[in-house]
Structures are given as structure tokens and as C-alpha cells.
DNA sequence: AAAATAGTGTCTTTCAGACATTATAAT
DNA sequence: ATTATAATGTCTGAAAGACACTATTTT
């Protein structure tokens, strides 16, 4: 009650520890993957686990994102969003652990991500081929973050975020299509795009194959400006 | 980093204080309100703030949120849900405070409800007549619990937790109103709420002034099985 | 020329929005 | 009959989805 808080003494109250995960995602090979550590002591020796730490105490949780972030990919400057809070009483066997977990999206060109994939203890996997069971609780937080991050992606400029400064439209597909998890129509694609003025043109092409691509540029100006509703069928809404 | 959390031994850190605040929504004469506590010590003492308080050691944070509704209304089996999680600095100018904050919908008929219009320190607010400030952060929290509520309902089945048992399609379509705050046209909301398939029709009506309008009972059962997406007019997601 | 990849055009269906109409009660 | 409220029907325009077609490169 708000009352007790009112006459509070701070000595009276048993207080738990306040950790921050983050779950860093980012595109490697036009797939989406996620950061994880393998632990290293008791409890869940050997486990690979989201990285976090706890917080201190002249720091705000996004600050203390931030720099769990920076500590384990050297990245700055990226998209940080909290997902949710997790605070069951037995999640941690070695005290009371309540964790804010964010999630981080990592542009694909911010290629100077420390955690490489020859490391032992922090590497990136792709969601499509995660480790079978994680340390304490993370299998629930991670299939959380994926979950919201699909779902962020119908109705926000997100992806924007996971690709490189500049890119071609059958790339930024292919990440709606790897986050979202089913195939989409290319030309409808296009056309939404389009439509959406969200992409700037450049007069640069990327060869190939076959015929060269066009590459575009988000415009981040316009990102706030007009909520972007992606919504490709109603009826990915219920998964 | 996670290695620090292995070799974590408890008392080499200072833990900030978390509590968990709820805001609480219900249907007063069809009118959204949120329930406040008038404090009455130091800090903010006077202000209107968002009933809540400290964790317990021994449960969860949804027990705690639980907990605290049943003391401010007693009431208990409602929807709950997490909000967010506050942790700015000098949030609480007491001591740093962390604060998980949930959302609560009880239903109109739950009019048990203990806290009433008469008493001095809580009290039912229409959420077009808020005080001008809350005490804290709890401006912001209510700001964007009702803005979290407008969203949320656009997309889920979130409004009928609001409703009583039984209740007229023209009802919901008002509470559609008040939170969505603005009007919706009554064929095209017939029309959706039908197509559905989440009301029952029951064999009961309520006499008024014109014609007597029939009940409906909420399909508790398809609500999970498809996710009911009432989006009337794309634009008002940019607000 | 064939294969490979990039990009456009068009038809159909679906559905939100607007609004007119009918239904059933009280006065 | 008039008023009041409840409920249904119908037309239209915009946008999603399906899919065929054209364009530009390499081999």
C-alpha cells in the first residue's frame, strides 16, 4: 500500500537483486541470429544464456542496457527496447533475481561486433538452430523477445533497424520474410514499399547474377511521421 | 556481464528497492476511470499517486500486483497485466526504486469494489478528469497505461474484461468509444463484432426507452483460439 | 540463346467506411 | 401517429493477394 511506502525505512525491507538481460539480435547472412554466453560457474555451468548483469545504482535501466551491450558487442548507438520484466520467485537459485529484459537490434554493418562466432563463450546463433536449453529462464525470455519482435514488425519501421546503411528491396524481403517466418509476394512487396515513401533512392546498384540490384536508403525523417502498418494477412496476427 | 553474475556474492552490491504499481481501470456509469491513492506523508504528500508498494520477498511479481489490488479493492480474479518497468534515478527522492508497473481491468458488475467515490484518500477518477499531478513518476505511467489500453484493445479481446456478464452490442460499442475516444459507426460495428463469432447470443433482453435491446455473453473459450482484431480506421494507430 | 535475378502491371477479392432502411418498443 | 432506440442492408472505394509479364545482367 501506498502508505507503507510513505513511512518507509529502508533497513526494514528485504530487497532483491535487479539484473538487465539483453537480447541482442542481429542479421548475419540475411539470417536473423542472437547473441548468447555460456556460463562459466554454478548455477547452469556450461548453459549458454541471454548477457546481462545487474544494474548499479547511478544508472537507469536503459543506461545499464546499454552498457551490458557495449561490454559484450563493443556496439553503440543501436535500437534498445524493454520487453518485459521477469520476477518469479524461484528463477534464480541463488537469490531473489528480478530481471528487465530489453532487446536490441543490431545493424548489419555495425560489423565491428567483438562476439565472434570462433569464441568459445559468447557467439551468435541463429534463431533457427538455438541451443536446446538455456540458463535459468532464458528459453522463455528469448522465445519472448522473438515473439515480440515479429510481432513489432507489422506495425513498426523495425527491420529498418537489423539492415545496413544501404540495401536492396529484395533484401529488406527477405528479413520480413526470416523474422515473420513464411514467404511473401514480391510484387506486392514492392508495391507497399513503395508506397510507403519510407525508402529514399540511390543512384548505386549492387551486381550479381542476374541483373543488378538497386540499392535504397531508409528515411529516417519520415519513420516517425507515419506509423508504418506492414500487414501482410490478418491471420499471422493469432500465432 | 554474465561472469560477474556467476561469481556474484550478495553482499558486495547495493540492491535498489522495487515495488510493483497498479493501474486499476473500470466502467463507472459507462465512463473509463482509474483508481487513485491520495498520499499522505512526505515525499508528494497530498498528491494523487498509483496504489502499489513494495515486493515480498516469497512471491512473484504478478502475486505482488495481485496482492496489492486485493488490499486497495478487494477485489480479486481480474485481468492483469505488465506494463512496463520504471528505473530512472531520481524517480523516488527517497532511495532508488525500481517499480513494475501492471494494469488491472475489473469488470463493471465487480462493484464490490471497497474504495469509494466518498472516501478521502482513494477514489475513482474519470480518465478525462485526472488530477493535474501525480505524485512521482506516476503522470507518465498513467499516461502510458491508457495509451497501452487504447492500443492493446485494437487487437485483442481486452474490452469485454471491462463488461459485465451480460451485456448489449451498442454497450461495447461505447466502451469502444470512451477508450478509443472517438465515435464508431453502429452497422459496421454489428457487422464486425458479429463476424466474429466472440458473443453468444442469449434469449434475454433489456427494456429502455425505444425498442428493448438484446444481451450477449462473451465466448470466453474462442477468445484465445483467434485473435480478434478490431481495427477500425488505420490512422488512429499513429497517435 | 538460356539462365538467373530484378522489377512492373493488372485482375480479383476482400473489407472498411458511409449511410439508408427496417424493427420494436413507449407515449 | 410520433418519438426513441435497436438492428439490418447495401453501395462504394481502397487496398491486399495472386500471378503474369517485362527488364537487365551473366554464362
Known sequence: MEESAATYDPTHYQRPSVTVDVVIFTLINQ?????????????????????GGFINMDESLVESARRELAEET?????YLE????????GRDPRSRVISVAYIALISADAQKIRA????????WFPVSGLPEQLAFDHDQILAYAISRLRSKLEYTTLAFQLLPELFSILELKHI????????????????????????????LTREGRGRPTRLWRFRRD??????????????RLSR
Chains 1, 2 share one sequence.
Open 31 to 51: 539470417e536473423l541470429h542472437v547473441l548468447l554466453v555460456q556460463r562459466r560457474h554454478w548455477p547452469f555451468e556450461g548453459y549458454w544464456a541471454i548477457p
Open 74 to 78: 563493443g556496439v553503440r548507438d543501436v
Open 82 to 89: 524493454q520487453l518485459y520484466t521477469f520476477g518469479e520467485v
Open 116 to 123: 565472434s562466432d570462433e569464441s568459445t563463450d559468447v557467439r
Open 176 to 203: 520480413y520474410e526470416q523474422i515473420l517466418g513464411e514467404e511473401l509476394d514480391k510484387g506486392n512487396f514492392y508495391r507497399k514499399i513503395k508506397e510507403s515513401g519510407l525508402l529514399e533512392e540511390t543512384q
Open 222 to 235: 519520415r519513420a516517425g511521421e507515419k506509423q508504418f502498418v506492414f500487414r501482410w494477412r490478418e491471420d
